[in-house]
């Protein structure tokens, strides 16, 4: 079974500086997809940032990066010039797609156990 | 961007009552559904996968005859809590995955339950 690790249960950062969450896996399996979510107060989950482990390339979207290292099974999440918005839990999580066509494990999510973020102005 | 919506979003119910949940994907067709419950300040536990015209696979610890789901359509699932208990309360999302994309789930606003 997939574990996600997350231990960091809070952060703190001044509004414009960087801040990074960590997050590391524990899988055997070589293709499998890594996922940053947003969960603000409101409590809506909102998908940060997407990594396919067969790319080398970290991925990238505007403010936020991460620094994915597949042999050390780490995952961590960069917030640049971060803004009072980005206060919220952050999940790491871990997807390991199936073969099998219509499979019911298709899909299924592993998250990590949060990041509190808080942004201070 | 595809949404997905749930109803309630939040709902109040006595002891030993019946309370449903739905979800639905409002712009995209989902083959499968997940429902997760979360507690305050802590990770959503995934209870149960849910596959349009087929029975729904609960994780393991979780009561399938108190956590009814049904997939009746490729854009709507519901979730009954059967016979609640004050313990039921919690927050459950569902989240939708697009059949037109493998890996990406949309996730519901939540429904806060709240059994008296």
């Known amino acids: 079974a997939q574990t996600v690790t997350q231990s960091q249960p809070e952060m703190s950062v001044q509004e414009a500086e960087t801040v990074t969450l960590s997050c590391t896996y524990d899988?055997?399996?070589?293709?499998?997809?890594l996922f940053w979510y947003k969960q603000p107060p409101s409590r809506q989950m909102i998908l940060v940032i997407r990594?396919?482990?067969?790319?080398?390339q970290n991925a990238t979207e505007n403010r936020f990066s991460v620094n994915f290292q597949k042999a050390a099974k780490s995952f961590s999440l960069k917030i640049s010039d971060s803004q009072l918005g980005d206060t919220a839990m952050y999940f790491c999580a871990f997807m390991k797609p199936d073969v099998n066509a219509g499979g019911t494990s298709y899909g299924k999510l592993t998250f990590g156990q949060g990041t509190i973020l808080t942004v201070h102005p | 961007g595809a949404v997905v919506s749930q109803h309630p979003s939040r709902v109040i119910c006595k002891s030993g009552t019946s309370v449903k949940i739905e979800c639905r994907s409002l712009d995209f067709q989902a083959t499968t559904m997940f429902w997760y419950r979360q507690f305050p300040k802590q990770s959503l536990m995934l209870m149960a996968t849910s596959n349009e015209g087929s029975k729904a696979t609960y994780e393991q610890g979780v009561e399938k005859d108190k956590f009814l789901i049904n997939h009746a359509s490729l854009t709507l699932s519901t979730l009954t809590v059967t016979s609640a208990h004050p313990e039921d309360s919690s927050f459950y999302i569902c989240?939708?995955?697009?059949?037109?994309?493998?890996?990406?789930?949309?996730f519901g606003p939540g429904t806060r339950l709240t059994v008296t």
């Open positions: 989240s939708a995955r697009d059949r037109r994309d493998s890996y990406e789930q949309y």
């Open positions: 899988t055997s399996e070589n293709n499998y997809y």
């Open positions: 990594q396919e482990a067969y790319k080398q």
